[in-house]
Structure formats: structure tokens, C-alpha cells
């Protein structure tokens, strides 16, 4: 397959963890991958794992919040392949684990919000006009059960009230909503996916699924055939409240 041909994924913070995970799964389908890395050592040494592996995936440095580094990923995107046809946006931090919501510092939200959801937002609205061109446009926001309003009502809800990192996926879902109100009229499909809680460095070794199983419902909903989903939120490929 020619590469105007194939396919052209994007997913930020794909050096490790589910990141790393979607970006094999995608390869493994023939999708060209671009490995976006906040750290270039680290990037080399994923993408390396990957290509041993006969996969087609390289690695750009890229920082959501840095408005050179997107526009320096989208400029390369453009000249290289001239579309996007997948965007996951999976770079996240959480930052205030165990903390209060009446303690947690503003600059901890901020910070927080700057990448889980303004970066998200930000590099979105950079590439539309290349995944625009694409036959069949997929974004991906990488949520949690987490940003969940409904779910956190429920008294009997088990999750951790951590005020920065949940409200930034509560923005990211409302993002999905809205972006995909204003693009369903055309080939491009936008929803929220939750990996549940994984084995990663953010996740700990004690949590209940492996990266490989957080992986799958991003994948499948990035490469959702023209009849599936849009405007959704979806947890092991089935719906998840807001």
C-alpha cells in the first residue's frame, strides 16, 4: 500500500503506558503511527520497540502545551502526509491524588487543565484542517469513569474525588460533545473513550486491567466504520453515562 494510501495516526503522549499501547495496536493494522513524545530519548527508545517489531511508526516531539510544538507537529504532518486521519488525545497528567478538593492549590488545576484538556482542545482545533482531508476523520479523547458527573453522584460511585484531574476529563467530554454537535455533518467522528483503570505509571501496578486492555476501546472507536458512533463516551466499547 502506497503511503498517500494508508492511513495517518496521531497520538500524543504515545511514549508509554496506553499511549504506547494504542500506537502498536493501530500499527498492527496497517496505520502509519506518529508517536507524539514530550521527551525525545524516551521516544526514540518506544518507537525503536515498535519498528523491531515491523511496524510503521516514528516519533515527533511534541508538547501540548506549547503552541510552537503543536504548530511544529502540524506543519510536519502536513508537508509529510498532507492529511490526519486519526487523532487520539491521550496526554495526561493527574496531579493531586489524595487531595482534597477544599486543598488542592489552583496552580495544581491549572496545571492540571493546561494539558488534559486546553493542550487537547489546542492541538485539535491546529490539525482539523488535515484530518478535514481524510475520507474518514477520527478523534479520540482519551477520558476516565473519572469525568463521569453522573457516575460521581451515585453514593455508592467508588471513585476517587480528585478535583483537578476529574473536572479536566468533565471539560474533555463536554470538548467531545460539542465538537462532534458541530461536525456531524460531515465524515468526521469525535468521542470520549475511558480505559478504565490501568496498569501504567499513572494507574499503578495496582489497578484491575493491563495497558493492552485500555487500548481497545480507543482503538475501535478510531477506526469505527462510517455507520458507527459519534458524540459518544464509551467504556470497554459500551456506553458510559455522562
Known amino acids: 500500500m502506497s503511503l498517500s494510501q494508508k492511513k495517518i495516526a496521531l497520538i500524543t503522549g504515545a511514549n508509554k503506558g496506553i499511549g504506547f499501547e494504542i500506537s502498536r495496536q493501530l500499527a498492527r493494522l496497517g496505520?502509519?503511527?506518529?508517536?507524539?513524545?514530550?521527551d525525545a530519548t524516551r521516544g526514540d527508545v518506544s518507537v525503536n520497540q515498535l519498528l523491531q517489531n515491523g511496524l510503521?511508526?516514528?516519533?515527533?516531539?511534541?508538547?501540548?502545551?506549547?503552541g510552537e510544538s503543536i504548530e511544529a507537529i502540524r506543519s510536519y504532518i502536513d508537508k509529510t502526509y498532507g492529511k490526519l486521519d486519526i487523532l487520539i488525545n491521550n496526554a495526561g497528567i493527574c496531579l493531586d491524588s489524595g487531595q482534597k478538593s477544599s486543598k488542592v492549590s489552583l496552580e495544581?488545576?491549572?496545571?492540571t487543565l493546561e494539558t488534559n484538556f486546553i493542550g487537547a482542545v489546542a492541538i485539535t482545533q491546529a490539525l482539523l484542517p488535515l484530518i478535514r482531508k481524510s475520507k474518514a476523520g477520527r478523534i479520540v479523547n482519551m477520558s476516565s469513569g473519572r469525568g463521569s458527573l453522573t457516575q460521581h453522584?451515585?453514593?455508592?460511585?467508588?471513585?476517587?474525588?480528585?478535583?483537578?484531574?476529574n473536572s479536566s476529563k468533565t471539560a474533555l467530554n463536554s470538548f467531545t460533545v460539542m465538537l462532534a454537535a458541530e461536525l456531524k455533518d460531515t465524515v468526521i467522528k469525535v468521542n470520549?473513550?475511558?480505559?478504565?483503570?490501568?496498569?501504567?505509571?499513572?494507574?499503578?501496578?495496582?489497578a484491575t486491567h493491563s495497558a493492552e486492555e485500555g487500548a481497545d476501546t480507543p482503538v475501535w472507536l478510531a477506526t469505527l466504520s462510517t455507520e458507527g458512533f459519534t458524540g459518544g463516551f464509551f467504556n470497554s466499547r459500551t456506553p458510559v453515562p455522562w
Not at 192 to 206: H, L, N
Open 56 to 66: 510503521d511508526v516514528e516519533f515527533k516531539c511534541l508538547d501540548v502545551t506549547d
Open 153 to 165: 453522584s451515585d453514593p455508592n460511585c467508588h471513585y476517587a474525588k480528585t478535583l483537578a484531574y
Open 192 to 206: 470520549s473513550a475511558d480505559p478504565d483503570w490501568c496498569r501504567t505509571d499513572m494507574g499503578t501496578e495496582a
Open 108 to 111: 495544581v488545576i491549572r496545571q
Open 31 to 38: 496505520i502509519k503511527v506518529v508517536m507524539g513524545v514530550r
